[in-house]
């Protein structure tokens, strides 16, 4: 191995980050409609949100790439009014990861909100704060502790992600190729210091990352 190349890492990261901020935004919103609404189909739309947490990341990127794709109802429409393509783009590779990372924000946001003393928002309401108010100042702040654990597993999911962005995104060096993809490469031409370099970078960097949810999720005395 005559040198680290660490573009695909930092472009991990970078779509690690985009994918879990767009997660955080989708996760917060969805949770709030299964746990703080009576919003008719809001189990089923749960149960589909959470596809991608047991879906084979092929079938995610097939299903990507077949509305995506040239050809496909989105990928066309995009194609046609804005001359741009998500499909062999890093940009893909973000919306892949975003949606395997998605249940994981969901899951910890609905049951963070269902878990507030719904008491203490009364108490505020009484006190003339509007329902945003509310929100913002009582319901997040308390919710946030389970909000972050869950964003921080969305994160390392998305980090790790290699099936459904490689369909989407495919394997372009210094384009569209993460630190997963990567090390799949370099094992396969044989540069096996290269894929235990890169794949020793990106569990230490997961178990980090895992120790922190793992002290945001543990009772405090």
């Given at each position: 191995m005559s040198g680290l190349d660490l573009a695909p890492l930092w472009l991990s990261v970078r779509v690690a980050t985009v994918a879990t901020l767009l997660a955080l935004g989708a996760g917060l919103l969805l949770g709030w409609v299964v746990a703080r609404t009576r919003l008719p189909g809001r189990t089923v739309l749960e149960a589909l949100c959470m596809l991608p947490l047991v879906l084979p990341p092929t079938v995610l990127g097939y299903a990507l790439l077949v509305l995506m794709g040239r050809d496909g109802p989105l990928g066309a429409w995009l194609r046609l009014h804005f001359d741009y393509s998500l499909v062999f783009h890093w940009h893909g590779a973000v919306l892949a990861s975003a949606l395997v990372a998605l249940p994981l924000?969901?899951?910890?946001?609905s049951t963070a909100l269902a878990g507030?003393?719904?008491?203490?928002?009364?108490?505020?309401?009484?006190?003339?704060q509007s329902a945003w108010a509310v929100f913002v100042r009582v319901t997040l702040p308390l919710a946030w502790p389970g909000i972050l654990a869950g964003t921080l597993l969305a994160?390392?999911?998305?980090?790790?992600?290699?099936?459904?962005s490689l369909l989407i995104a495919g394997s372009i060096p210094g384009r569209t190729q993460t630190a997963s993809m990567a090390i799949y490469d370099a094992v396969q031409s044989?540069?096996?210091?290269?894929?235990?370099a890169l794949s020793l970078i990106v569990s230490a960097l997961s178990v980090a990352i895992l120790?922190?949810?793992n002290r945001l999720l543990s009772p405090r005395a």
């Open positions: 924000v969901l899951k910890a946001a507030v003393d719904a008491q203490l928002e009364a108490a505020a309401r009484t006190l003339g994160f390392a999911r998305a980090l790790g992600e290699f099936g459904a044989g540069q096996d210091e290269l894929a235990l120790l922190g949810a």
